[in-house]
């Protein structure tokens, strides 16, 4: 640990940047809840859910899987193997802790993972950085494929990525500090939680910075493999609850069209 320590200090300003970019957003989604006492109405959470998913989707695809592609161009019609291998490892691995570690979701009040004696509240929280850990992942793994000088990633694609996942953190960040809120009986703690669910962004993304840079010939399977876990946190969690509303509405769907969009033009413009 005091090796990565030593390792990240030596990262310049604009890398550190893009590296708490995502937590700032989450940060102030928190925050949000001085301003929004009662929390958000049912549609207008499955709006928001459809809308950061989206987001998500977008960023696996353009940030994530085709910079896998294009870095392994020279396997000719096997270039879909890294991508491929990296983007089913990444939806294991969050299987995996999704299984293991013990966490409740917000909205269904379900329990999931190994059973223990911790609060509901602290179970709560463990479901918001399950979200969190692959976000880290992919900013982590952009920002050491950048500094490998991987083909299709400059560092305002970086900060395309890292921008739009703190876009979506704003209102995931509002929507899950609520629950918190209900459960511990204080704002103030329902707003410590939510930051402290936060920090493992950059936590995350600072590793990944780590492994990714010892072992660069692999950064195509990281980079889908982010985008696999990231992808898997948007099927089995964003989507779902975004259409669990009490009635159809095409409302969330249309958010997440809104999403994809919003972090294609991102991607693109910025690049």
Not at 9 to 17: E, H, N, T
Not at 150 to 160: G, K, Q
Request: glycine content about 8%.
């Amino acid at each position: 640990m005091l090796f990565l320590f030593r390792y990240s200090i030596a990262m310049d300003l604009s890398i550190w940047i893009a590296v708490f970019i995502p937590f700032i957003g989450t940060s102030i989604g928190a925050l949000l809840l001085f301003v929004f006492r009662n929390g958000f109405s049912k549609l207008a959470e499955a709006i928001l859910l459809g809308f950061a998913a989206g987001v998500m989707v977008a960023a696996s695809v353009w940030s994530l899987l085709i910079p896998a592609m294009d870095a392994v161009t020279d396997m000719g019609k096997l270039a879909f193997l890294p991508a491929t291998i990296g983007l089913l490892s990444g939806f294991a691995f969050l299987l995996l802790i999704d299984s293991l570690l013990p966490h409740m979701h917000v909205e269904t009040q379900e329990e999931e993972g190994l059973k223990c004696q911790l609060s509901a509240t602290m179970k709560m929280v463990f479901a918001v950085i399950i979200h969190n850990i692959p976000e880290g992942m992919a900013v982590g793994v952009t920002i050491a494929a950048l500094l490998a000088n991987t083909p299709s990633l400059s560092m305002a694609a970086v900060l395309s990525l890292t921008v739009g996942i703190a876009i979506q953190n704003i209102p995931e960040g509002a929507i899950v500090s609520l629950p918190l809120k209900v459960s511990s009986g204080s704002t103030a703690k329902a707003i410590g939680y939510g930051l402290f669910s936060g920090i493992v962004e950059p936590i995350a993304a600072l590793i990944t910075i780590r492994f990714s840079m010892v072992l660069t010939n692999l950064l195509p399977y990281f980079l889908s493999f982010a985008a696999g876990a990231m992808l898997y946190v948007v099927v089995e969690e964003m989507i779902p609850q975004s259409q669990s509303t009490n009635h159809h509405s095409n409302l969330p769907t249309i958010g997440f069209a809104v999403g994809f969009a919003i972090m294609m033009i991102l991607d693109i413009a910025l690049s």
